[in-house]
């Protein structure tokens, strides 16, 4: 009997390291060329890259652009609609909050619960076409949200861009993935017409052949040339090279498509691929993130002399480490006058915030209780809070 567990316990382990190697080098389920579901991956890819580069100004960093190449390397990365799910949540969390002006909050909120439920109910091996149908829906709501004036999205490209997303969205009803769906191997295209011409790029197979291959500092250098929308799922059926064309059938859409008809509820497609253990995990960890980035705690240095600022837990008796470690994302100084604002991790609401007079030897001015969401006027010897 204990032979058996072992061996058991073994064999689904190998099983287990077996499926996350061929996960990594983009072999497994819906993988192969021809593979409806190798379509819909690098469909969904392409959609979030076409997202990304449109925007190469929206990251919240100092240098943006070199913050979305990042991102766009993330997504050539993906081997799994986890992967996917992650990457939708990370950058929805990295751009400004007033990019997405046109987005309620409450649309977005329910958004993050979605992505949430996409990147975990793909790990419980059910319901894959349902949740990449979902993932359909949650980039073009993605794209909806951004504010006119900060996207390089046109209408004609973003009529094409929404048009490719129903199409797969409609694949993935007519050809569900299957349990444990893979991602094949996925990277950049770029191609241009002549020597001429500035370069169009699209994601496709890692082993489509003839392809001339970019990275993505260079796919956000050229942001503005735009891509060929749709051209990534044509790779995806094998047909190298082949574009699509205004008259290939594709459905007419524009970027207000009904994406709420693709996602669904939440509690409809959490009991479809999960039940409670997920819907409460979802939840709990997208009120986290949703409250980490909009409500933020803001900082005025009033002071007539540079402040540094840290951030501790309420609990914390000795606050000798900031929350998110020394230099980390609580810690920032400020010159006179400047503003900045901080993100601490975690549930909790309020903190300590200990704030000191930098230098060689750092002197500590004063401590005060900050709640997340509110605006700290700091001074010299206090603060004050609204």
């Known amino acids: 009997g204990g032979a058996a567990l072992l061996a058991g316990a073994t064999f689904g382990g190998a099983a287990a390291m077996a499926g996350g190697l061929s996960s990594a ?18 469909g969904l890819a392409n959609g979030l890259l076409e997202i990304m580069a449109a925007a190469p100004n929206c990251i919240d960093a100092e240098n943006p652009q070199v913050e979305v190449v990042g991102h766009v390397d993330a997504v050539v990365a993906c081997r799994s609609l986890n992967d996917l799910g992650a990457r939708l949540l990370d950058y929805w969390y990295a751009v400004k909050a007033d990019v997405f002006s046109p987005w309620p909050l409450h649309m977005q909120q329910n958004w993050v619960k979605l992505a949430y439920l996409v990147k975990y ?13 979902c993932a359909c829906g ?3 709501e993605l794209g909806e949200g951004f504010r006119a004036s900060a996207t390089v999205l046109d209408t004609t490209r973003g009529s094409t861009w929404a048009a490719e997303l129903l199409r ?70 094998g047909d190298e090279g082949e574009e699509l064309d205004e008259g290939s059938g594709q459905v007419a859409a524009s ?18 691929v999960g039940g409670g253990s997920l819907s409460a ?28 600022i840290c951030l501790f837990s309420e609990s914390d008796r000795l606050c000798a480490v900031p929350l998110g470690g020394v230099g980390g994302s609580c810690v920032v100084t400020l010159d006179p006058n400047l503003r900045a604002q901080l993100r601490p991790p975690g549930t909790a609401h309020v903190f300590q915030l200990k704030v000191l007079q930098p230098g060689l ?10 709640q997340r969401g509110s605006s700290v006027q700091l001074r010299s010897c206090e603060c004050s809070c609204d």
């Open 25 to 42: 080098l983009g072999w497994g389920p819906g993988t192969g060329l021809g593979d409806p579901s190798a379509e819909i991956a690098v």
């Open 121 to 133: 109910g793909d790990l419980r091996r059910g319901g894959s076409g349902a949740l990449a149908r």
């Open 138 to 140: 949650l980039l073009l």
């Open 168 to 237: 797969l969205a409609e694949l993935c009803d007519r050809s569900p993935p299957p349990p444990g769906w893979c991602f094949p191997g996925l990277g950049i295209a770029q191609k241009a017409e002549s020597a001429f011409d500035q370069p169009r790029f699209s994601m496709v197979r890692a082993d489509a052949r003839g392809i001339t291959w970019a990275k993505g500092k260079t796919v956000i250098a050229t942001a503005k040339t735009g891509f060929l929308a749709g051209a990534g799922a044509s790779a995806a059926r």
């Open 255 to 272: 970027p207000g498509a009904d994406f709420r008809a693709l996602t669904g509820g939440f509690d409809d497609l959490a009991a479809r």
């Open 281 to 308: 995990k979802c939840l709990e960890k997208s009120d986290r993130l949703f409250n980490q980035k909009t409500r933020p705690i803001h900082f005025l240095n009033q002071a007539s002399v540079p402040l540094k």
């Open 361 to 370: 030897i750092e002197r500590q001015l004063y401590m005060a209780l900050v």
